[in-house]
């Protein structure tokens, strides 16, 4: 039988992008945070990335349910600076912004001996490279009470890790990078961090994610640090790895809203 899923999130027609069916995220019939941040943070890097500069810092603000209808991405240059380089996004539907993304850009150049200190990260190892996603776009694997490829494995109270693999492009026709795997990881920072024994029960409405550096290949972890939350208000941070160790950090800040449902598979 042949494979009817969609080969990607978004169809691009100019800085026009229609999600498909896979766009979806968990709190109804509106585009995914993971793949609306995802795309403003791989807009901003192909239109404006620069080979001697790091994306160091992304934030992406979720300000307004994006619906799974076309949107359009516009993009501004704030400072082009010989060390600093800031571009700010903006998603729009229908005449209103539903989310802006900020990104900063800082000079590549060599690094000094250090010796500083860190708290330890102790992640599962990632699956296999050829571990097989049964075609799925996203693979997810959680880590907590046992190992599962829903989140069930975080309903608990103990640690409780994750490592994605994106197998399917943002926009058809133009290719993943680095940062953008990178983006979209960025906001499971808010899930895995939420997450406790009754579920998930507050919907993110920001993520920042910070790189000192990019990561090598599609494999992204994630490890949770803290969770507080008081009011309904509720902040979560979280360490960001490859294969190769850790590459930087998320934090997110979320609203209570129960409803999480899982997309179809």
Same mark, same amino acid.
């Given at each position: 039988?042949?494979?009817?899923?969609?080969?990607?999130?978004?169809?691009?027609?100019?800085?026009?992008?229609?999600?498909?069916?896979?766009?979806?995220?968990?709190?109804?019939?509106?585009?995914?945070?993971?793949?609306?941040?995802?795309?403003?943070?791989?807009?901003?890097?192909?239109?404006?990335?620069?080979?001697?500069?790091?994306?160091?810092?992304?934030?992406?603000?979720?300000?307004?349910? &994006? $619906?799974? %209808?076309?949107?359009? #991405? /516009?993009?501004? !240059?704030?400072?082009?600076?010989?060390?600093?380089?800031? *571009?700010? @996004?903006?998603?729009?539907?229908?005449?209103?912004?539903?989310?802006?993304?900020?990104?900063?850009?800082?000079?590549?150049?060599?690094?000094?001996?250090?010796?500083?200190?860190?708290?330890?990260?102790?992640?599962?190892?990632?699956?296999?490279?050829?571990?097989?996603?049964?075609?799925?776009?996203?693979?997810?694997?959680?880590?907590?009470?046992?190992?599962?490829?829903?989140?069930?494995?975080?309903?608990?109270?103990?640690?409780?890790?994750?490592?994605?693999?994106?197998?399917?492009?943002?926009?058809?026709?133009?290719?993943?990078?680095?940062?953008?795997? &990178? $983006?979209? %990881?960025?906001?499971? #920072? /808010?899930?895995? !961090?939420?997450?406790?024994?009754?579920?998930?029960?507050? *919907?993110? @409405?920001?993520?920042?994610?910070?790189?000192?550096?990019?990561?090598?290949?599609?494999?992204?972890?994630?490890?949770?640090?803290?969770?507080?939350?008081?009011?309904?208000?509720?902040?979560?941070?979280?360490?960001?790895?490859?294969?190769?160790?850790?590459?930087?950090?998320?934090?997110?800040?979320?609203?209570?809203?129960?409803?999480?449902?899982?997309?179809?598979?």
């Amino acid at each position: 039988m042949p494979n009817s899923r969609p080969a990607a999130y978004f169809i691009a027609e100019g800085d026009r992008y229609t999600p498909t069916s896979i766009a979806r995220g968990p709190w109804g019939q509106t585009i995914g945070g993971n793949i609306l941040g995802g795309l403003l943070g791989f807009v901003v890097d192909r239109d404006h990335g620069h080979p001697d500069f790091q994306p160091a810092r992304l934030t992406v603000d979720l300000f307004r349910p &994006a $619906a799974l %209808a076309p949107l359009t #991405v /516009s993009t501004t !240059t704030v400072r082009a600076g010989r060390r600093i380089i800031v *571009i700010d @996004a903006t998603a729009t539907q229908d005449g209103r912004p539903v989310a802006r993304a900020s990104v900063l850009y800082l000079c590549r150049g060599p690094a000094p001996r250090t010796d500083i200190w860190t708290h330890p990260v102790d992640i599962p190892e990632p699956p296999e490279p050829d571990h097989p996603h049964t075609g799925a776009p996203m693979q997810v694997i959680a880590y907590g009470a046992g190992t599962s490829s829903d989140l069930s494995a975080w309903a608990h109270r103990g640690p409780k890790h994750v490592w994605l693999r994106t197998n399917t492009a943002l926009v058809d026709g133009q290719p993943m990078t680095p940062f953008a795997h &990178a $983006a979209i %990881a960025g906001d499971v #920072v /808010s899930s895995l !961090t939420h997450f406790g024994p009754d579920g998930l029960l507050y *919907i993110n @409405a920001d993520y920042t994610l910070t790189l000192s550096r990019l990561p090598e290949g599609p494999d992204i972890g994630l490890s949770a640090l803290t969770h507080y939350a008081d009011a309904g208000v509720a902040t979560g941070t979280a360490t960001l790895s490859d294969r190769a160790g850790p590459i930087g950090s998320g934090i997110a800040t979320a609203l209570v809203s129960p409803g999480f449902a899982p997309p179809p598979a």
